[in-house]
């Protein structure tokens, strides 16, 4: 018996086409997820080793094709290349694959924690050029994803940034809350206070509110605990 091609047959070998393709695809893509957290992750980084990281992540990125299952790997990545562009200063670069993490991120809906860090640093690059609204933007979004989800990681930075923030404004009571906030954490982390920036960070909001000797005990402390570093 002989059978002619039909529309039927030849759709469903197209179709299997379709999925060898996809399944070569994700192979792809975890190989690449896989080498650039590998490069990422090195013990010793080097300029070598970041660029492997950003090349092979850029690699996943640029498979657009894929759906929601991989956007987790996705923003991760993003954001990952977002922390080594701004690790060499280049600050364009960065905030461009923070905001291309978010975008990932509202198309495919993944968890709020995902974009945690794109948040945070695209909130501190624009207040380091100055766009101040756009800097509380970011950060107030960062904030509600730590207050939601108990994050951890960064949240110094968070808080003394924001800190920095309403202090410039002239806000000093709410500079003072977030300076405290900042130090708590460091404390409840790390069991002192020794950031120096923190400290004076909060004797200068301290001051500005005229209470001086809370101010004044604050600066002792760090000649007292940091002789070589004043």
């Given at each position: 018996m002989h059978f002619k091609p039909t529309g039927s047959i030849l759709t469903i070998a197209a179709f299997l086409l379709f999925a060898v393709n996809a399944q070569k695809t994700d192979s792809e893509f975890k190989k690449n997820i896989k080498l650039?957290?590998?490069?990422?992750?090195?013990p010793n980084p080097t300029?070598?080793?970041?660029?492997?990281?950003?090349?092979y992540f850029e690699k996943a990125i640029s498979q657009s094709s894929l759906g929601p299952d991989k956007a987790f790997e996705m923003v991760?990545?993003?954001?990952?290349?977002?922390?080594?562009?701004?690790?060499?200063?280049?600050?364009?670069e960065a905030k461009k694959k923070y905001s291309e993490a978010l975008n990932i991120h509202q198309k495919y809906h993944t968890h709020d924690s995902t974009v945690y860090l794109a948040n945070l640093y695209l909130g501190m690059l624009n207040y380091y050029s100055n766009d101040f609204a756009q800097c509380y933007f970011y950060l107030n979004h960062a904030e509600q994803i730590f207050q939601k989800?108990?994050?951890?990681?960064?949240?110094?930075?968070?808080?003394?940034?924001?800190?920095?923030?309403?202090f410039d404004?002239?806000?000093?009571r709410q500079s003072i809350n977030y300076f405290t906030k900042a130090q708590d954490i460091e404390l409840k982390n790390t069991g002192k206070k020794s950031?120096?920036?923190l400290q004076s960070n909060l004797a200068t909001a301290l001051r500005h509110l005229g209470e001086n000797q809370k101010a004044l005990e604050i600066y002792s402390n760090i000649l007292k605990e940091n002789p070589t570093e004043t």
């Open positions: 650039g957290n590998f490069y990422y992750d090195s300029t070598k080793t970041d660029d492997e990281a950003i090349y991760g990545a993003a954001t990952k290349v977002g922390i080594l562009h701004q690790t060499y200063q280049r600050y364009p989800y108990k994050l951890k990681k960064n949240s110094e930075s968070l808080f003394n940034t924001l800190g920095v923030l309403y404004s002239g806000n000093y950031n120096i920036a």
